[in-house]
Structure formats: C-alpha cells, structure tokens
C-alpha cells in the first residue's frame, strides 16, 4: 500500500477544516498541512448555513451579553471558559473573513449589517442576505488556495484513524475516483468532519453528514460527549426537510397555528418567534397535539407567515427562502404562509475536546460540528454554529501548527503498517466482496425511520430502550451487508456503506446517552423526568465505545460567573 | 398528490466493465414534487446500487449534482420529474467533461482554471482585523455580487460551444469570478488577473453566445462578466501588458 506525509492531516473541508488549516499555515512558515475531503470543499454541507453568523461588532453590545445568551440558551450545560473564549475571538474572527472576502450585506454607513436571531438579546448576527454559509465557504475554500503547502485530497474518503500506543499517527483513506486505498501519515489529526444528522430521517442536513469523524474518534478510544443533544430546528418544509432560516423570523416572520393565532405567546411570551430553537420545536408540536395544526400530504404542520413583511423586504433580505419556496412547495412567501415542521438540525454533542481542540488522544483534534468543545451545552443558539467553526478551527490549527514543531514524522512501520493492512482486507475483502447479504439501504431506512420514531424530540425510558434495541439489532444486520457495486473507481455504493457503519456509531451514542439522562435539559426532554436535574446532571455525558454498547462516564460543567438559574424567556 | 410511474433513461459508463457506454432504463414512481435526483436515489436505494452520481445538500446550493437533462445542463435536485410528462426523460453526465462513472464527471480542468484566476483578495496592504472591517457601500457590493453567487455547479461549461471545442478557453465560471474580485472594492488584484483573463484563450474567445447565462441555476451573468471584462481590458491593456509587476504576477501562486 501506498504512503503520504504530511506534518498535519485536517479531515475536512469545510468552516472548521479550511479555518483549520489556514491557520496552521499562517502559523508556521514551514509546516506541510494536507486537507483530505470526501467533497470537495465547496460542496461541504456549510454551504447550506442561510442566516448568519453571530459576534459582538456594535456599541450597544457586549461579549458578557452574548455568553449570557449562550450559556442560558444551553440550558446551563455549557463550559463557560469555552463560551468566554469564544464570544471573545468571535469579533475578530468575523472581520478576517469580511478581509478575505466574504460579501457580506452592509448598513449604508458600510458597516457589516446585522440581524436578530433566536435567544440572542440582541441584534448581532452578522448576515450576507440568507446565505451565508455559501458564502463563507467559499470566501475560506478560494482563500485557502492561495496557500501553496495546503495540500488538498478532494474526493478521498477517511476510513480509520491509525494509532500507535497512545498517539495518532495517521489515516486510511480511499481515493474514490481510483478505489484505491492510501496511508497518509501525519503528526497530528485534525477532525473536522461535520454533524451527524443523517442518522435521522427527516433532517436538514445534506447526504453527507453521516458523523464519520466522530466515529473514527470513538473507535480510537475518545468518549463522544453529550451525544443526547440533538437539536430539532422549527421550521423545515414538510416534504423535503429543506431549512426555511431562522432569519424569516429575525426580520419579523410569524408561526400560526389553524386557528391564525401567533401561538408562541402561550410558551415563551417575552421573545415569541426569536425563543430557542428547544422551546420553539415543542411547542409546534404542542400546537399540533392539541389539533391545532394543519393537516397535509407529509403529515402536520404549522405555518410560517411572512407576508407582512411584504416584497421588498423578502426580495432584499430573504432571496433565498423565497427562492426555495417557490421551487419546492410552489408559494409566494410574499403572498402565501409557508407550511412547516420541525426536524433534526445540528448535533450540540461531538467528540470531547478540552478548550484547544484536543481529544486527550495524543496528536488528535478536532473542531467544528464534529467537535464537543462544550459552547452550545444543551441547545445550540442559531448563528454561533459558523462562528464557532471559524474560532475553534483557527485554535485547532494553531496549537497544531505548535505542537507538531516538537513531534517526530511517524514512520510507515508497524504497528501502523499493519492496521492499514487489516483496514485494507476489511473493506475489500470484506464489505466489497460480500455476497448475499442485507442491501445496506434498508438498513439505512431502519435506523434513521427507528431514531426518528424512539429518538425524537420528546423521549421517555420506553422509546428510548426500543431505540437502543434497534441499533443493536441494525449493528448485526451491518455485519451480514452487501453493496450491488463491486467495482473500485467511484464506488458510492461502497463509501455508502461505510457511513452507513460510522452512522450506527453515532446512533448508538446518541440513544444510550439520552437513555442514561434522567432530566430535561435543553433540547434532551423527557416526558418521564420533566424537570431540569442540576443535582444529578449538571455534568456531561462521555459515551464510550464498549462491544455491548457504550460505557458511560460524567464529567462536570465548568461554571465561572453564571450561575445556574430557572431559564426562562 | 396522486404517483404517476416514469421511465428515465440514464446514461452508463463502467469503465471496468466495459469501455463503452450504454443507456439503462428504469421505471420509478414520481409525484408533482419529486425531482430528477430524487428519482436517481430511488433507483439507487431500491433497484440498482451500482449507479453512480454525485450530490449532498437536496437544495440547489452545494452544486454537486449538475446533469444533461433531455440535453440541457440542469441541477437535477431543483430539476421536476413532472415537467417531462409524456416524453421521454434522458440523463446524461455534463457535456465537455471526460466522464470517470455514469453521472460522475471529472473536473480537474474547472479546479485548476479557478486556481489561476487568484479567486481571492489581493491588496498591497493587509489592516490586521483589530483595526475593523473594509467599508463596502451597497453600490459598491451590487457591482460583484451576482458574481459570487456562482456555486461551481459547471452547467455552464456544459453548456459552453466554445469550451466543447477549446478546453483550453477559461470559461464562463472562472471568467465570472475572477471579475467578482476585480469588480470588488476591496480589492487590488485587477493587475495579477489581467494576464490570465486577456490571454489568448481569455475572454477573448468568447464569442457572446450566451448559453451560459440561459443554464446558470443562480441568476449569475457569465457573459456580462467576459464583457465587462473585456471592456476593462481594452482600457487597461496597454499600461499593463509586461511591466514587471505583471510579469511576477503570471508566475504560478504569487499569493503567499
Ligand atoms: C441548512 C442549515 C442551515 C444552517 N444555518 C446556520 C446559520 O445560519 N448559522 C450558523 O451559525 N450555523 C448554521 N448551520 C449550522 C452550520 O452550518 C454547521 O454546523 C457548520 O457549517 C458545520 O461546519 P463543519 O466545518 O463542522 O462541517 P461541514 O461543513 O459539514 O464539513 C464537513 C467536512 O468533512 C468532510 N468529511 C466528512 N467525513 C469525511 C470522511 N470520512 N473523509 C473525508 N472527509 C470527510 C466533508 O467532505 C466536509 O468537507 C446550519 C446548518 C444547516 C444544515
Ligand atoms: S444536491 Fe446540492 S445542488 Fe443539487
């Protein structure tokens, strides 16, 4: 088998993988950093970001504000030296990318314009029409072609991590265009591989957002972290799972239930259409238990009415949602409310990193979604996800970038030779060669139908042991799975079937530790144990992999100045 | 919604199998929502795992997904099955790029044209981010902002007559934003593009057919951008052809 080197090895390309690595480059005038991408870059699933990204820029505002508004929107689940850390970066962050580009809108006095957004007090998100992710991402991807020692690896698919004793010193990674499988060799990882959403059935996240980074740490002996916090965004079409933004209701959108009534007055009546994504999720679903929702072709919904805000106003500041749902439900939002549903989002929990993305595994980082450093707690607050990747990417690649200094190369002798070669016999004679087996689709269908029915977003013992039988279950059907495509040049068929194993990582993860979080907290809510618990779990959940599913381990919330309080709105 | 049954006709290409292709039919359910890539993933999901194509977000933004539909570049996620009722419905990869599986098409050649046109922000002086944000008035984003909507979905290129005959001609997307830098007020770089985009096989060769701006999904304007580009050009030319600062600048990655 083949072998590459590098000093640094980002799996990921995209808001906290690019930022990664530029970062690590601008560090150090020396360092070799390899970015190894399953996309390429720009299709990355930032791309879909809409409403904006969140900082402090304006007089009326403070970095103590927004870590307020972090830590209570997290349900008091969030280290807040790491939300500290992150408000403050956050301004300067923002500004590098408005320098490298980014086209962001602006107030007429030139300034980056700024919206409101859920459980932000307020207005500091910083927006490029309903777009931002697209642009971020390729402002950072365009940008990090300048740099001549960021070696890309577009359309190679990571399989395993290779450790030595208590290191890690590479990948196996397939060239998808040939089939064949490499060793790249590298002093320190840095994982950045995005969310897990797909593990859901309805979601909106896109095809490629199956957790494989944070299985490749699970497997290498890192606990993923408050897994249980999944977060359900309020407003998704029914049909497609496709985001209608947070920003619709930044700029003065309304939620109506069948009878026309601004139902959120009934739950968090001091912020209505801006509350957390948390409360608002249920309190949809409230409205449809109660017979108060619509009744459509893909099951209830509520309506999303934005036709007060009238034409101009949507043409300027939400091209986007107008666009999407004029193509894919057929309205005018300008004269039509637009129908819908709540749906799996964005993964809070990621593998467990102290406040320099490290994993505890020595020369293994990670940022981004795929990362838990522990800033959204228990509910993520719309618009500091894309802030978040660029502050603790830029960590990530600079401690990197200082750490490698010291590091010896790893050299291609075992034990890494031979885990490469057992990967190797595992995915081809294995997996590829298979015959007879279950087709992998349905094995798909069944976890994500199984999450979406016992792992939703309201939980009880009941559903959730169901939950962790099904995986189970779906784990040994795994191991009996056949793909049709036997062939080696782009086989999607196989790489599916790898995110398909790395999915049920995540699965089993996520079910176990929300059947071992007896309370409510944020977006975790239990119809068994209504209540927030900070006596038992005012702590972190750390599942680690473990043959008859995970171990569980706590760790506690780091608290500096906020106090745990009632959160309410 | 009631489900009516479609055949599509896909192009295959298995380079392992065979080193010609051939056209597979399958019949699949389609409803007045359901979108060609759907129709793809049905296909893949429950007939034939072998069939090979490429896509992520489902929502017309990660531009992964580009196909000839019935001939014409298309992103088949935002692309209806029901618009073609009663005909026949082909799928084919993108015209004008080497085919590597089915749907899957190679595009070294775009990657390597954007690389050249400096798709970043070059100025003489970087102000580190403390002293705050470039100032941009919105007059002055209108002048490249439908330029940076390009999500490199390459229909264009597809869709290219001159690019189907010269691979060598820079094209629609890459033209596009090199001119979103050039056209960006924060900018300085006008000088290091010029001798990429007034090259021989530059804007030049374009020779305003159009079809560029006809398949673009989001409402970019290559064409506008080759000739604002070329107006540019004729001004500009003479004070910058081969004075040292342009010579330095052709050299491959001046950036770091
Ligand atoms: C529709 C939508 C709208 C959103 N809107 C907002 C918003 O307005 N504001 C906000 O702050 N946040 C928003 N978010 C959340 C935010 O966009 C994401 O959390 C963030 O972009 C994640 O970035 P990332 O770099 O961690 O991962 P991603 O962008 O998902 O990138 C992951 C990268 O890892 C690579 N990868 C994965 N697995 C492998 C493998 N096995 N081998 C090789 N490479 C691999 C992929 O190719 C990709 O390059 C939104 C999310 C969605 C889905
Ligand atoms: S799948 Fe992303 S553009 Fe079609």
């Known amino acids: 088998m083949e072998h590459l080197t590098h000093d640094i090895l980002v799996v990921g390309g995209g808001a906290a993988g690019l930022r990664a690595g530029i970062a690590a480059v601008e560090r150090s005038p020396k360092l070799s950093v390899a970015i190894v991408s399953k996309v390429y870059p720009m299709r990355s699933h930032t791309v879909s970001a809409e409403g904006g990204m969140a900082a402090v820029t304006r007089e009326y505002d403070s970095l103590d504000s927004h870590a307020y508004d972090t830590i209570k929107g997290s349900d008091f689940l969030a280290d807040q030296d790491s939300v500290e850390y992150f408000v403050k970066q956050a301004p300067h962050e923002a500004v590098q990318l408005e320098h490298w580009g980014c086209p962001f809108s602006r107030d007429p006095d030139g300034r980056i314009s700024v919206r409101a957004f859920g459980g932000m007090s307020v207005k500091r998100t910083l927006f490029a029409t309903d777009k931002i992710g697209f642009h971020l991402l390729h402002t950072l991807f365009q940008t990090s072609l300048k740099y001549d020692r960021i070696h890309r690896y577009d359309e190679w698919f990571v399989t395993s991590l290779l450790t030595n004793a208590n290191r890690v010193e590479g ?275 069944d976890m994500q139908k199984g999450m979406e029915e016992h792992v939703g977003i309201f939980r009880d013992e009941n559903s959730l042991r169901e939950g962790c039988r099904i995986i189970e279950d779906l784990k040994k059907r795994m191991t009996n799975s056949t793909v049709d495509d036997k062939d080696r040049v782009f086989n999607t068929d196989l790489v599916s079937a790898l995110e398909l194993d790395f999915m049920l990582d995540c699965a089993e993860a996520i079910t176990y530790s929300a059947r071992a979080r007896t309370e409510s907290r944020g977006a975790h809510s239990r119809i068994d144990y209504p209540k927030r618990d900070d006596t038992s779990f005012l702590k972190h959940t750390l599942a680690y992999r473990n043959p008859n599913g995970p171990r569980m381990e706590y760790l506690p919330v780091t608290i500096t100045r906020w106090k745990p309080e009632e959160r309410v709105y | 919604m009631e489900t009516d049954t479609a055949t599509i006709r896909v192009a295959r290409y298995r380079p392992e199998k065979s080193e010609k292709p051939y056209f597979q039919e399958y019949k699949v359910p389609y409803r007045k929502d359901t979108v060609v890539l759907d129709a793809l993933n049905q296909v893949k999901a429950e007939q034939d795992g072998t069939l090979a194509y490429r896509w992520s977000c489902r929502m017309g933004v990660c531009g992964s997904c580009g196909a000839n539909v019935n001939g014409v570049p298309k992103l088949t996620c935002a692309t209806f099955l029901h618009e073609f009722k009663g005909k026949s419905l082909t799928i084919e990869p993108l015209a004008n790029f080497p085919v590597i599986k089915d749907l899957v098409v190679n595009i070294d050649d775009f990657m390597e044209k954007l690389l050249k046109v400096k798709p970043w922000i070059i100025r003489d002086k970087q102000s580190p981010p403390e002293e705050g944000e470039y100032k941009q008035s919105g007059k002055e984003l209108d002048r490249y902002a439908q330029f940076s909507s390009c999500i490199n979905c390459l229909l264009c290129y597809a869709a290219c007559p001159i690019y189907g005959l010269n691979e060598d001609f820079l094209g629609p997307a890459a033209t596009a934003l090199a001119y979103r830098y050039i056209a960006d007020s924060r900018d300085q770089g006008k000088k290091a593009r010029f001798p990429i985009v007034h090259d021989l096989e530059g804007v030049w060769e374009c020779t305003l057919i159009g079809e560029c701006s006809v398949v673009c999904p989001k409402g970019v304007d290559p064409m506008l951008a080759i000739q604002k580009t070329k107006i540019l050009g004729a001004m500009e030319a003479p004070k910058t052809m081969l004075s040292p600062e342009t010579l330095k600048a052709i050299l491959p990655r001046g950036g770091e």
């Not at chain 1, 990670?366 to 996800?385: D, F, H, P």
């Open chain 1, 171 to 445: 990948v196996t990674a397939i060239d998808i265009r040939t089939g064949e499988l490499f060793t790249i060799l590298a002093k320190a990882v840095i994982i950045a591989t995005g969310g897990c959403g797909r593990v859901f059935q309805f979601t909106t996240n896109g095809w490629i957002k199956t957790g494989d980074g944070m299985a490749l740490a699970y497997r290498a002996g890192v606990p993923l972290k408050d897994m249980e916090m999944v977060q359900y965004h309020p407003t998704l079409l029914p049909n497609t799972g496709i985001l209608i933004t947070e920003a619709a209701r930044g700029e003065g959108g309304y939620l109506i239930n069948k009878d026309g009534e601004r139902f959120m007055k009934r739950y968090v009546p001091g912020k209505m259409e801006l509350g957390p994504r948390d409360i608002i999720s249920r309190s949809e679903l409230t409205e449809i238990k109660e017979g108060r929702g619509f009744e459509g072709r893909y099951g209830s919904y509520v309506e999303l009415d934005l036709r007060h805000l009238g034409e101009k106003k949507i043409e300027e500041k939400l091209p986007f949602v107008k666009e999407l749902a004029e193509k894919y439900v057929g309205i005018d939002p300008a004269h039509d409310p637009i129908p819908v549903r709540p749906g799996q989002h964005y993964q809070m929990g990621g593998v467990h990193t102290n406040i320099e993305g490290f994993t505890g595994l020595g020369g293994l980082y990670a940022a981004g979604e795929a990362a838990c450093v522990s800033m959204n707690g228990a509910n993520r607050l719309g618009s500091n996800s894309l802030t978040e990747c660029l502050v603790y990417g830029a960590v990530a690649g600079e401690t990197v970038a200082d750490y490698v200094a010291k590091q010896p190369t790893p050299s291609f002798g075992n034990p890494v030779q031979g885990l490469a070669m057992t990967e190797e016999t595992r995915i081809y004679d294995g997996l590829l060669k298979h015959e007879n087996g279950e087709r992998t689709s349905t094995i798909r269908i």
